[in-house]
């Protein structure tokens, strides 16, 4: 009797391992099964922009996209205003594989890779369409790549504008218009030679902080999408705008390479036809955002509007030429040139 109540107890044991093995199930794909049913894979796109903007709604885009074409095999949360990570968080963040996705500005990767500055390089690009080929070229997706031995992966290029250039002093035609004025500026590096380069001083200034240094004079002018001038009011504050498309504020679209090899080669498939298209869509809604700020800037009539001639371009590349000597091998010889011919 002791005998069989011992087989009775080593059966049941091995019957409730067996149970639980099964309920425990495995990941594949990042999904995980429970009770015969698979959970979606989690995907979290974090950001730091309000909700009316480009950036956002393409977010939003993706999540349709994604949540549709996969049958409910993701699940994509869009966080927009650092309701999770803020700029300086969020790089981390994604290393870590807290969030999935985070579409930071470009000028931001700088630390990790140099040649994200070419964003910053005067006068490389002509207009928008030859930014987005250069993104969408071999060059541009090569860039998007090279973060990967640090654990991130570039999806996408979604771009927020050409800059343009604004002041409060007199009208900014040619290079030596420049000469002994002072401009806010993003960042430094290839911004603050920019306008060395032109005679002009810089200074770095957040950028919640900008019409209120405008408005003290604490700097004279500034460069900025036509949006953002828009948007920011600037023009109730500065008297003149030179329309140059001289440099750009672009976001990169990021990924966790561990998060990434986690997905089937399907799956990989499926992610990367939604981001293009939420790409296509983003920049359509950048291109027409910016296409109505400028209207509203013209409008509106504060502000005396000059837009740069060939031969003014010429006379601005040819005065930024001690930039290029100084930044094109941090950058890349064959990343600039790319960007020309593209």
Not at 62 to 67: C, D, Q
Not at 311 to 322: L, N, Y
Not at 329 to 342: N, S, T
Request: aromatic fraction near 10%; glycine fraction near 8%; include cysteine.
């Amino acid at each position: 009797m002791k005998r069989a109540g011992q087989v009775l107890l080593a059966f049941l044991m091995a019957l409730g391992l067996v149970m639980l093995a099964a309920g425990c199930g495995g990941q594949k794909g990042g999904t995980a099964q429970q009770g015969g049913e698979k959970k979606p894979i989690v995907v979290k796109f974090s950001h730091v922009v309000s909700e009316n903007t480009p950036k956002h709604q393409a977010a939003l885009k993706f999540k349709e996209l994604l949540e549709s074409k996969s049958n409910g095999q993701f699940k994509v949360e869009v966080y927009p205003s650092s309701q999770l990570y803020g700029d300086k968080e969020e790089l981390e963040a994604l290393r870590a594989n807290n969030v999935q996705l985070i579409a930071p500005s470009a000028t931001k990767l700088v630390g990790l890779n140099p040649a994200f500055q070419l964003v910053d390089m005067p006068f490389l690009f002509k207009d928008d369409q030859q930014a987005y080929r250069f993104y969408d070229g071999e060059y541009g997706q090569k860039l998007l790549k090279s973060l990967e031995p640090q654990g991130m992966l570039g999806l996408a290029w979604w771009p927020n504008g050409s800059k343009h250039f604004t002041n409060s002093k007199r009208p900014l035609r040619r290079p030596e218009d420049f000469q002994g004025l002072k401009f806010r500026t993003q960042s430094g590096g290839v911004l603050d030679d920019q306008f060395k380069a032109l005679g002009a001083g810089s200074q770095t200034i957040a950028f919640g902080e900008v019409y209120v240094a405008l408005q003290n004079k604490t700097v004279d002018g500034q460069e900025n999408t036509f949006n953002n001038i828009d948007t920011q009011k600037y023009d109730e504050v500065q008297k003149y705008m030179t329309v140059s498309g001289h440099g750009r504020i672009d976001y990169v679209v990021l990924t966790n390479t561990t998060f990434w090899n986690s997905l089937t080669e399907d799956q990989k498939k499926l992610f990367l036809e939604c981001m293009k298209e939420a790409t296509k869509y983003e920049r359509q809604l950048t291109d027409e955002l910016n296409a109505k700020s400028f209207e509203n800037l013209k409008k509106r009539g504060k502000m005396e509007i000059y837009t740069l001639t060939e031969e003014d371009r010429q006379a601005f590349i040819k005065a930024m030429q001690p930039v290029y000597d100084k930044y094109a091998d941090k950058i890349g010889r064959e990343y600039i040139e790319a960007a020309r011919k593209a």
